[in-house]
């Protein structure tokens, strides 16, 4: 077959519909985005009718998807990390049902948290939840991996776990494809209760899940994405995982001098670890993200077996791997004739020139800063944390999605005056809307504002599942009528939104301004394909 | 045969237009390739760079490392600092001249030419003049291309090619057009070097 450039992210796209796959399910999130999108943008995919709307936040996805996979068809869910969090309830059960159509999950992890809140490693989730795991090394393998994928699940009925970093996620290479797989007929499960988890099917279930762990073991001793290399220097044995197997033969172009452990496939294999770690003196793990391997082979005292890594300072605690740090580790060095001269400044990201936002916290932070230097401001994951820098410096926190709505109202059960909070639409109708309820049935003293752009935008501009539907979800969960402000967010209007402003922060109880104007990456995207 | 590359500039100002062209015209030539791209956040009037790996042999890091860059391709003079690091020894640094300017203390013009003459390989060319004297601002990143052809180890025929297939689809003036920026950029080159 042929050979096309694809970032990791449309590998895992393109081997899903070439292996037969049936919907996609997601909310958007960086380093992941790119899947869905490549389906939604692909003809091959609208022609087999493969699902592939966006999902209003992850769990929706995940339960989605499980639904699809219960009626026996292939269905992937992809998400950032941290939406592993937000997936994590139906995440962790669906090993405890186990599947009937291949169902696949994607964690797209971001070490070095280049577009994110934490560097948290997914694989301790498939870990916990005691299904295999996936980690590619390359865009070849990401589509080989996602191709057999499907069919691996089914074999052992139950989810795989796919883990992916934003390296290999944003980074092209010529992938082959395989063969197109037809999709599944629809078809149930013979077990009437496989997703039935009353307790008395789940503990049946779960020591059904235990009982395969063996298996799963031994299918990672077979599997072609562990290998072992043997070298002729036992000094050492180096455990090699996803992308840090690339770093490490960077640094070997001809061939490593220690036996090398390359890790695609959990749980760890036991033979072939077994080998390592008998025939060396010392072990080495290159492991993006967390020290995950490290820690398991050297045991909770570090006294199991000579392991070198993350926790000894071989490697540093945080951040990504790349070709310098896994160099060092191993003894090289990259020397540099060059350095960044000092005239050199930060360019940290800002709102775009004529953003909705800006001209929201314009006014925001003049009423405020003016008035009310008691206030607090609440604010939430998208564009609009750029309020947090220069000349804004608008914001007191961004934690999780959603999380604005609901800290602004604990801070105002603490009693703060003014509690504001500022949410997007798309991060309000992902998270947020459970948090207005709480605030609403209390009459929390909060102000709360859905700076409104009509898109995803943070991500790159994907539909919002609120778009015109934002005053009729905050009046359906009883937000008074008279205290939900719409406002476009534009110079003219500077006046109006003041007074808006300052009457909702005056009002004791439940307000929602929603100042809508659509994002100007979006719009001129719509104006420019008007053009064409 | 192999050639690493990072591409700089400031989020918007499109530096993978530029790699996509490179990518083509090394995917033509049967090379292997990788190109790691910032999404995401950064894309925001932020710093973002690309590394491009092209090589004959299969290619491991999807990063450069340290000291081994062949050539830095800027479209903003600032931004063509950034990595110096990365340069290798003999390695070219091919940049545009015309700051962008959105942050409040963006450094003095002259500190920063200053920075960039101590550099022993250097192209430095205002690829905005070019292209407007062309009588087409857009092209001004195909004209930075341009001026990376003495160095990128790929043939000029093969990146006309790849000119020519990305942009067929908007008619053939504007495949001309972007022709005469590469060889604007191409011909200032050689006369500095």
Request: with cysteine; glycine share 8%.
């Amino acid at each position: 077959m042929s050979k096309q450039l694809l970032l990791g992210d449309e590998a895992i796209a393109q081997a899903a519909i070439d292996a037969g796959l049936s919907g996609v399910y997601a909310y958007p999130g960086t380093p992941s985005t790119e899947i869905t999108e490549y389906i939604q943008q692909s003809p091959l995919a609208k022609e087999r009718n493969i699902h592939s709307r966006w999902s209003t936040n992850e769990k929706t996805a995940m339960e989605t998807a499980l639904g699809m996979s219960f009626s026996g068809k292939r269905a992937l869910v992809c998400m950032k990390h941290v939406g592993m969090n937000v997936a994590a309830d139906c995440f962790i059960n669906s090993a405890m049902t186990g599947v009937n159509g291949g169902l696949l999950v994607v964690a797209a992890d971001d070490p070095s948290m280049h577009s994110s809140q934490n560097e948290q490693d997914s694989r301790f989730y498939g870990d916990f939840s005691l299904i295999p795991m996936l980690e590619p090394s390359n865009q070849q393998e990401t589509y080989d991996m996602v191709y057999s994928g499907f069919e691996f699940s089914e074999k052992i009925g139950e989810p795989i776990l796919l883990r992916m970093v934003t390296r290999l996620a944003h980074s092209r290479s010529g992938v082959e494809t395989k063969v197109l797989k037809q999709q599944n007929e629809m078809s149930f499960s013979d077990d009437p209760k496989q997703f039935i988890l009353l307790p008395g099917n789940a503990r049946r279930r779960y020591k059904g899940l235990i009982a395969k762990q063996e298996n799963f073991v031994k299918a990672s001793e077979e599997s072609p994405y562990n290998k072992y290399i043997d070298g002729p220097n036992k000094k050492l044995g180096i455990i090699a995982c996803g992308i840090g197997f690339n770093y490490l033969m960077e640094n070997y172009p001809d061939g490593c001098e220690y036996p090398v452990l390359k890790i695609g496939q959990y749980p760890l294999p036991k033979k072939q670890l077994t080998q390592l770690i008998s025939e060396c003196d010392e072990i080495l793990v290159l492991e993006d993200g967390q020290p995950f391997v490290e820690r398991l082979i050297g045991g909770y005292l570090g006294n199991a077996v000579k392991v070198k890594g993350r926790l000894d300072g071989t490697l540093s605690r945080d951040g990504e791997l790349n070709p310098d740090s896994v160099a060092k580790a191993v003894g090289k060095e990259n020397k540099s004739t060059f350095v960044t001269p000092n005239v050199v400044e930060m360019r940290p990201p800002a709102l775009c020139e004529g953003c909705g936002h800006r001209d929201m916290y314009t006014i925001l932070t003049a009423v405020l800063k003016a008035d009310y230097p008691a206030h607090k401001v609440f604010s939430d994951i998208g564009c609009y944390t750029l309020g947090a820098g220069a000349p804004f410096n608008a914001i007191h926190s961004c934690v999780d999605m959603g999380a604005s709505i609901t800290m602004a109202k604990g801070a105002s059960d603490a009693g703060l005056f003014p509690s504001v909070a500022v949410i997007g639409d798309s991060t309000f109708t992902h998270s947020g809307m459970t948090g207005l309820l709480d605030c609403v049935n209390e009459n929390a003293n909060v102000t709360i504002i859905i700076s409104d752009n009509e898109t995803t935008a943070m991500t790159g501009g994907q539909d919002s599942a609120g778009t015109g539907k934002i005053e009729a979800i905050c009046l359906g969960l009883g937000v008074d009528p008279a205290h939900l402000r719409v406002v476009v967010p534009l110079k003219k209007n500077y006046e109006e939104m003041e007074q808006i402003i300052r009457e909702e922060i005056e009002y004791r109880g439940v307000s929602v301004i929603i100042p809508r104007r659509e994002c100007v990456q979006t719009l001129s995207r719509k104006k420019r394909s008007i053009k064409k | 045969m192999k050639k690493d590359i990072i591409l700089s500039g400031v989020g918007g100002q499109g530096i993978l237009s530029i790699a996509t062209v490179i990518g083509e015209a090394a995917l033509k030539e049967g090379l292997y390739m990788k190109q790691a791209e910032v999404h995401g956040m950064s894309q925001r009037g932020g710093d973002v760079q690309s590394n491009l790996r092209i090589s004959d042999k299969p290619i491991a890091s999807d990063l450069i490392p340290t000291g081994k860059c062949d050539l830095i391709i800027s479209l903003e003079p600032m931004e063509s600092l950034r990595y110096l690091p990365y340069l290798s020894n003999d390695g070219w640094l091919v940049t545009n001249e015309v700051p962008f300017i959105n942050i409040p203390n963006y450094p003095a013009e002259a500190d920063i030419m200053n920075e960039i003459n101590k550099l022993p390989h250097k192209i430095i060319l205002d690829v905005d003049k070019v292209a407007k004297e062309l009588g087409s601002p857009r092209v001004s990143n195909i004209v930075l291309l341009g001026a990376t052809i003495p160095f990128l180890g790929i043939d000029y025929s093969k990146i006309q090619e790849s000119i020519r297939d990305i942009f067929q689809r908007k008619g053939e003036a504007i495949v001309e057009m972007n022709l005469k920026a590469l060889a604007a950029g191409k011909e200032i080159a050689e006369k500095m070097m």
